[in-house]
């Protein structure tokens, strides 16, 4: 039996720094069928390569859209198919100071964090496949928390993504199957470059073990831990000390 019981793997978002760090270390434990989403489609080949190639593993890759994915017609759910863990990590900043004179980008913001991503997730959570053992690991943010003024498209559409997924949390509250999610900080990955403190980016690599510390873990987290301190302090910061966030 595999450690963790975690053999196959649905990733949406697989090209992100963290999610190729997640599936090394699943694919270290004993994973060994992944299905990669992502929008490009040269990079996640390249990934698959190379779980294929250092682990052995079984890899299927699929080409999406989040932002056409926002607007498919509920008679066209996508297919998900039938796996242990679905991962969803996809997400983008978006270019904050352009959305906030342009109503386009802000919709694309909204798209690539939250709408594009109701489609996926109303399939994944079926009455069948919550009676099920299975996980749903989904990556909001603290951005989430507290509108901010330098990204607030942003982290209005991930507090969207985690009022609908505290939703399924709850849907699936005294059922096999396990809801999980990830109120990220700051990761050192390409989308936080110089938009984040050094000292306050989490690599990936150790995002990808504290996971999967506690794999079948349910519920609201933060990653780091110690983020769920500070956004409680952020939280009660008066507006005019917030402003300057």
Known sequence: MLQYSIASAFVL??????????CRELAQRGCRHFHLLARNLEANQAFAAELQQRFGAAVTTESVDL???AAIPGEHAPLVGAFDLYLITAGA???????????AEAQRITAANYT?????????????RLAGSGRLWVFSSVAADRGRPSNYHYGAAKAALTTLCEGLLLRAHAKPFA????????????????????????S????ARDLLRRPNRRGI?????WWAALMRLICLLPSSLASRL
């Open 67 to 69: 932002l056409a994915d």
């Open 179 to 202: 809801v999980r999610i990830i109120k990220a900080g700051f990761i050192a990955t390409p989308m936080t470059v110089g938009k984040a403190p050094a000292l306050l980016c989490a």
């Open 13 to 22: 978002g697989s090209t992100s720094a963290v999610a190729k760090a997640i």
């Open 93 to 103: 900043l978006g270019d904050a100071e352009q959305a906030r004179h342009d109503p």
């Open 221 to 225: 987290e933060y990653l780091p831990w």
């Open 116 to 128: 594009g991503l109701i489609p996926w997730l109303t399939a994944i959570a079926t009455p069948e």
């Open 204 to 207: 990936p690599e150790s995002v």
